[in-house]
């Protein structure tokens, strides 16, 4: 086996239906890839996981929404897509291909991972070569990745596809506000697709065109923030963090990140640490994943302060599987303006405020008798007066508007105190967002193994898929059809299972390490006699033997809780793995 | 209460947050929704228990596949949608407004629900007036359906935003059929949003410009039809049934259905059983759905025959939920011709059959010798022969080739008998295609329900969100801190759960019917005592009194397996409804 693991996990994903590139019979199309049997399951399983996680472990805090793809243009202007969401591009003028000018200049050994465009600008002015044909390549531009199209027929609306599934949150927040009775702190959570038109997809798996994405807008009052009950638990854990300008990671725990300012707010420590609790039930090691600081200089338009989940894969190094971003008020309170809505939440003060609210008016005649042509203006400034300058003008005699001293006897001023019992702000926003995808990748790269020639893929019991294989010993004596009595038995506890008749038993257990099967159900000439079957560990390749009875339980206890193989029955001396 | 029931339920949807209009702070888009916390979990609910009735069920027959939205132009050219995927638009010379020409026929009294081309064009020879203002509305054109947009920077690909996931399914067959190990009878499921970009879409939440499908591609041999084990128990199912041209229902098993050839195979008549199933399952009464035969004028390019699935709704009459479509080999043969991949299957004969081969030769020198300029034409027309030719001419001494009789003697010819073990066929398509939204919709119409002034949403209980409502009598003397234990507990028993402390009990009752939580657990005094909690059904508002340690078996009995709520524990007497 000369190919490298990179390509044999490529190899294992086509040949067994994890994914492969979509419209493969036409050619396939760069970004785009399509999910077989294997796969498509587990990235299903690994969502339902991430619900049970971020939102139903919740209640009452997190809610689930759902918002179309397809999206009107007002929508990505006031978020600042239209404006801001590009990547630089450059075509060669010689040969004419398009390229993303800072992977040109990576590919050609300068960092150009976090530089600013103007730095970027510079290096071209120096003269980059084409990486096709060696010309000079011109100008970066400025290419838009959002897919456009029309809604309507003909002249129609401007929409496009949605570039993160944040945005439909964001529009829909005023509407939750008030089924909420308006919540001081909430989240939702929104799952779905979105695209982005990259100009030259590469990395496989890694860098898709329309991928899934698992985000929460956390809604919170940035000078109430305290922590929710439900958080409590996770005050105390440690994160594992990479700061702007440091070189080692640190650990800390939630509190302690966010009392030095490390973490810019407390609802986005806590759920930095529910991500890392995420992985660890996905089986990615803990030496595998940490937060890093995205520099200041190269924050997305929106953001305040960036963390990137980072975890290791093999073939890519360090990959991003989800971004946490501090959004602050940006989102709501461009979409207010967009929107001509009020986005604004309310907050009591702990006790009413007195407030001195005045009111001034004047009779137009007598200004125009004293100050001509300049009344005009001067009320104008009048009419903008603060409270406070108003208040001053009453003790000083005079107040000044449009540079003009105006005595107060010239107008009529009505001050009175009322008790305030709160006031309106925008909420501000933390938004973990997760690419599913991604995170399939890690795990499938993360269970990549190989054992005596063969392929042991170890994904998680608890969203592989699927989760049990049942195996007649042999394909005759009434044990084929036991075992099939032994499928429908497992469907009815609530498992997913494959059957397999075909091929020595040896082999057909290999086929399913292959796929991530955790454990097989072996019906032979002993299950006939007295019910009892073989329990197989694809991570051990260890049997054990269990009563027929006792296989719910059993598989419950396995799949569920995780528990170890020899908990579960009498050891079994292997049968198979040769034959 | 003026309003109308349909207007009583969109108003429960936006003010409870099932769903609304999408981007409503900019005043809407029409054609899309928005699902709000209520909505989307009972939208994630349901295509659950499709997965587990559809594709859990039949472990090794149906699997799920994922594909994206964004689709290259090859694939909906191949699939005739470019072409066929369109409906009539027609725009008034006057007010210029644009008007989906079928539609308007029909609010002018025209049943045009299943008109020809031909017969539309008529009514507008003839004059149609504009709805609008009154002018007399131009030639209908066709008004392609599809969201287009493009892949890659600037003069890139053109992608088209798919109309059905089936596409994707087709295009990923091969692969599948290689990963399956060339299985002869399988579906291939996937669950996914899809784009229509209707001309004017009215009917609320019916008529969506995007929606949510669920699909089957089930691949089988036409010339092979025998039941799959695991469909043995759907054919002795009642379908209710409406066929073209008939004035009423009939109810048939699916063997008799087949077997008359009023289904036109086996395997939709069990999927179609399976879809009534799967209704009964979401509460919608078996009076008010059957399925529609489509009339043969009416049916889509790639069908041989379709059944709509119709589910009576209040405000709209029949809608179909469903459409189930015999694709024969249309879209596998389509997209073979237009990628050039051999996507067929093997199918083994019962016995090998003995096949002649013929082999012909020659030596183009005898033959120029003797045909001149001819010689060519001639080479050319041997090449085609067929075997039968072959073989008839050796037994006349010669073959026309190019109308010229040739001798054998001129020619080599090499016969030989080979057994043939099988031979290559296209498989043929049965689909069943679920509308969730719509499904959803039926679900809310059919659940809603007025009671003393109150709304009740009757929504099965096992796709209702959240299952469970926590209440304490009342928010002091700890029966507040005791509640929120309960809800930790209960979440931890696998149910989602929502507490309320707000305002009194009854109204806290009420607001849990509204959104449809079938049951409520609530905590009083003798709570603290005893452990004990009352337990109320949202359909009966009768009580019942549950020992504390009876909690999870109680809601696993009431809300997996259907209980009775009086099942669960003793009566108790009614409290807070009216409080």
């Known amino acids: 086996v000369s190919e490298s693991r990179y390509e044999r996990i490529l190899d294992l994903c086509k040949r067994r239906g994890f994914f492969f590139q979509s419209a493969e019979i036409y050619g396939g199309v760069a970004g785009f890839i399509d999910y077989g049997p294997a796969g498509a399951r587990i990235k299903a399983n690994i969502i339902n996981l991430w619900r049970e996680m971020f939102i139903d472990s919740f209640p009452d805090l997190i809610y689930e929404v759902e918002t179309p793809v397809i999206t009107p243009e007002q929508i990505f202007k006031a978020s600042g897509h239209v404006d801001h969401f590009t990547d630089p591009i450059v075509r060669c003028p010689s040969c004419m291909r398009f390229f993303r000018a800072d992977h040109v200049l990576e590919e050609q050994g300068i960092p150009a991972g976090n530089i600013t465009e103007a730095e970027l600008m510079s290096y071209y002015d120096k003269g980059v070569k084409c990486p096709s044909c060696g010309a000079t390549l011109g100008k970066p531009e400025r290419f838009n990745l959002l897919f456009k199209t029309t809604i309507g027929p003909y002249e129609a609306t401007t929409g496009y596809i949605r570039a993160e599934t944040a945005q439909g949150i964001f529009t829909l927040y005023k509407r939750a506000y008030e089924v909420l009775r308006e919540k001081k702190v909430f989240g939702l959570a929104q799952i ?17 065109r329309e991928f ?29 963090l990479l700061t702007e300008g440091s070189q080692k990671v640190v650990h800390e725990t939630v509190q302690e990140a966010v009392n030095s300012g490390t973490v810019s707010n ?25 937060y890093l600081e995205v520099p200041k200089k190269n924050l997305p338009h929106y953001s305040r302060q960036t963390w990137d989940l980072m975890v290791k894969v093999d073939r890519w190094g360090w990959v991003e599987v989800a971004g946490y971003s501090y959004r602050g008020d940006f989102d709501l ?3 207010a303006q967009h929107s001509g809505e009020d986005l604004s939440a309310y907050r009591a003060y702990d006790r009413p405020v007195m407030k001195e609210k005045v009111n001034v008016t004047w009779d137009p005649k007598v200004l125009r008798g004293k100050y001509g042509t300049r009344t005009g203006e001067i009320i104008d400034a009048l009419k903008l007066l603060k409270p406070d300058e108003v208040l001053e003008g009453m003790r000083n005699g005079f107040v000044v508007a449009a540079g003009q001293k105006i005595s107060i006897s010239d107008l009529t001023i009505k001050a009175e105190v009322e008790k305030e019992y709160g ?22 790269d993360t269970g990549f193994m190989e054992r005596e020639g ?3 893929l170890r994904v998680p019991r608890r969203v592989a898929y699927p989760q049990v294989g049942v195996l007649p010993l042999v394909k005759r004596d009434g044990l084929d059809a036991l075992a099939k009595k032994k499928v429908e038995e497992i469907r009815r506890y609530g498992f997913t299972v494959t059957y397999d008749e075909d091929g020595a038993i040896g082999r057909r257990y290999a086929r399913l390490d292959e796929i991530g099967v955790p454990v097989a159900v072996t019906v032979d000439y002993d299950t006939l006699r007295d019910g009892s079957i073989t329990l197989r560990d694809r991570d051990t390749w260890n049997q054990v033997r269990v009563k027929g009875e006792d296989l719910e339980d059993a598989l419950c206890r396995f799949l569920r809780l995780n528990a170890q193989l020899s908990e579960l029955g009498t050891p079994f001396t292997s049968q198979g793995e040769n034959t």
């Open 192 to 208: 779905g697709r979105v695209g982005r038109n990259e100009i030259s997809p590469r990395q496989g798996p890694l860098r898709l």
């Open 212 to 240: 899934t994405q698992m985000e929460i807008e956390f809604f919170f009052d940035p000078i109430n923030i305290s922590c929710v009950a439900q958080f409590e638990n996770l005050l105390a854990e440690h994160l594992t």
């Open 423 to 444: 006031e309106r702000f925008v909420p501000h926003v933390t938004e973990p967002s997760f690419g599913v995808d991604r995170i399939l990748y890690a795990l499938i």
């Open 333 to 335: 309170k461009s979409h």
């Open 266 to 290: 407390l609802y986005m420590g806590c759920l930095m640490a529910l991500g890392q609790r995420f992985l660890v039930q996905l089986g990615i090691p803990e030496e595998n994943f940490f």
């Open 454 to 456: 063969r392929i042991v």
